[in-house]
């Protein structure tokens, strides 16, 4: 059985882990983040290591400050919101794309990552890629991918990974004779 101080701790703990974690993705300091919020600096420094808890108020001023919602910071996970099951995979097009995508991961307001299976038919080229994510990670799992990025090309095979900025111009291209397929992650602008 967990003591209530054992409880604390860990609710104390979750929190400044996940304070910190959206903090440093946004690039903030913490002096930044006093201002934003206006939660003192060394408040939020403890809050960070979990030797405070901050008030609903608190919390709230800080979640508006980094631009996510309050429940990002107390919700607890449940199968439903933290495992997607192989059965439930559903592949989707878009218009002028003969690539199919299949999202691996459970659909949320607050996610930090955004995964998909991506699907590209032999010779499928998708000239410019445009997506909302700040960074993007390829895992080529069959065949081959060509990623172009700002005018130089890697051949990515089977096995071969990726990872850059989105704001860095690219494009994929299947050369392969046979259907590539590919896990794509994300991680998507928090505003």
């Given at each position: 059985m967990v003591s209530p101080l054992d409880n604390k701790a860990v609710v104390a703990a979750t929190i400044g882990n996940r304070v910190r974690g959206v903090r440093q993705r946004l690039q903030l300091t913490l002096q930044d983040l006093a201002t934003a919020s206006g939660v003192s600096k060394p408040f939020l420094s403890q809050v960070e290591r979990g030797m405070a808890t901050p008030s609903i108020v608190t919390l709230s001023a800080i979640a508006k400050a980094m631009g996510v919602t309050l429940q990002y910071f107390v919700?607890?996970?449940d199968e439903e919101q933290a495992v997607f099951r192989r059965d439930d995979l559903k592949f989707f097009g878009f218009a002028g794309s003969a690539n199919?995508?299949?999202?691996?991961?459970?659909?949320?307001?607050?996610?930090?990552?955004?995964?998909?299976?991506?699907?590209?038919?032999a010779g499928e080229t998708t000239p410019v890629v445009m997506t909302s994510a700040v960074e993007e990670f390829m895992?080529?799992?069959s065949g081959e991918v060509s990623l172009t990025l700002e005018g130089r090309t890697?051949?990515?095979?089977?096995?071969?990974?990726?990872?850059y900025?989105?704001?860095v111009p690219h494009a994929w291209v299947n050369t392969a004779d046979e259907e590539s397929v590919f896990v794509w992650v994300g991680t998507p602008k928090l505003f």
């Amino acid at each position: 059985m967990v003591s209530p101080l054992d409880n604390k701790a860990v609710v104390a703990a979750t929190i400044g882990n996940r304070v910190r974690g959206v903090r440093q993705r946004l690039q903030l300091t913490l002096q930044d983040l006093a201002t934003a919020s206006g939660v003192s600096k060394p408040f939020l420094s403890q809050v960070e290591r979990g030797m405070a808890t901050p008030s609903i108020v608190t919390l709230s001023a800080i979640a508006k400050a980094m631009g996510v919602t309050l429940q990002y910071f107390v919700e607890t996970q449940d199968e439903e919101q933290a495992v997607f099951r192989r059965d439930d995979l559903k592949f989707f097009g878009f218009a002028g794309s003969a690539n199919q995508f299949g999202r691996l991961t459970n659909a949320g307001t607050n996610r930090l990552l955004d995964a998909q299976l991506v699907r590209m038919p032999a010779g499928e080229t998708t000239p410019v890629v445009m997506t909302s994510a700040v960074e993007e990670f390829m895992y080529v799992m069959s065949g081959e991918v060509s990623l172009t990025l700002e005018g130089r090309t890697f051949v990515l095979q089977a096995g071969d990974t990726a990872h850059y900025e989105s704001s860095v111009p690219h494009a994929w291209v299947n050369t392969a004779d046979e259907e590539s397929v590919f896990v794509w992650v994300g991680t998507p602008k928090l505003f």
